[in-house]
C-alpha cells in the first residue's frame, strides 16, 4: 500500500529490512548499540562488522534517539541505528519515546540529505510494543513529520510478516480516512 503525503511517498510493504535498496534503512537498536537479536541481528549478520564497529563509537543511544553509521555489506548506504522504548504497560512514556525514535531516524535523513529511509517496526519485538498501539504512532508520526518537512521523498515501513502488514495497513487507512 502507497499513499502521498505531498510530494512524498509514504509505502507499507512485507519483508525483510536487510534486502532493501533505499538509501538508508533503520535498525531497531538498543541503547548500548551493541548487535542484540531481531531486526539488529539480521542487519548486523547481512552488513558485517564494520556497522557495529562504527556504531560503538557513539557509545550509548538514549531511548527516543538515534545515530547514523556506513551500511557495510548492505544495499543500503546508511543505517540509522533508532532506539525505541521497552513497552512496559504503557504509562512510562512510551508513545512519547517510540514517536521521538521515528522522529530522530527522519532528522537524521534531512541532516544527511537522504531521500529514501525504509524502517521496520520499531520497539515491537523483543521491547514488547503492542502492535497496534506501535503502527498508529510509526504511522501518525511520520505522516506529521512529511506533512512538516516534504522530505525524505520516499519512507517505507517494511513489516515482518502478514500479520503486521494487515495492522499496519489497518493504522494507515484509518488515519488517512479512507475505507
Ligand atoms: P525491538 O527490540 O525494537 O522490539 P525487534 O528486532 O525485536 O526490535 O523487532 C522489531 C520488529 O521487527 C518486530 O515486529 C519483528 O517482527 C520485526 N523484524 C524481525 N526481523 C526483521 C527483518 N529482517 N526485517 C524487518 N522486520 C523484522
Not at 75 to 91: D, E, F, L, Q
Not at 152 to 162: D, I, N, Q, S, Y
Request: charged share 20%; proline share 5%; net charge neutral.
Amino acid at each position: 500500500m502507497q499513499v502521498k503525503i505531498g510530494n512524498c511517498v509514504l509505502e507499507l510493504v512485507k519483508g525483510d529490512i536487510t534486502q532493501q535498496d533505499t538509501e538508508a534503512i533503520v535498525n531497531a537498536a538498543n541503547e548500548e548499540l551493541i548487535p542484540g537479536g531481531g531486526v539488529d541481528g539480521a542487519i548486523h549478520r547481512a552488513g558485517g562488522p564494520s556497522i557495529a564497529e562504527e556504531a560503538r563509537r557513539y557509545g550509548r543511544c538514549p531511548t527516543g534517539s538515534a545515530v547514523i553509521t556506513g551500511a557495510g555489506n548492505l544495499k543500503a548506504k546508511y543505517v540509522i541505528h533508532a532506539v525505541g522504548p521497552i513497552w512496559r504497560g504503557g504509562n512510562h512514556g512510551e508513545p512519547e519515546l517510540l514517536a521521538s525514535a521515528y522522529r530522530s531516524a527522519l532528522k537524521l535523513c534531512l541532516e544527511k540529505d537522504i531521500n529514501s529511509v525504509a524502517f521496520p517496526s520499531l520497539s515491537t519485538g523483543a521491547y514488547g510494543y503492542p502492535l497496534k498501539e506501535a503502527a498508529r504512532v510509526a504511522l501518525s508520526t511520520i505522516i506529521s513529520f512529511l506533512k512538516e518537512h516534504q522530505k525524505p521523498a520516499l519512507v517505507r515501513l517494511v513489516l515482518f510478516g502478514e500479520d503486521a502488514y494487515q495492522t499496519y495497513e489497518k493504522a494507515l487507512k484509518e488515519l488517512m480516512g479512507t475505507p
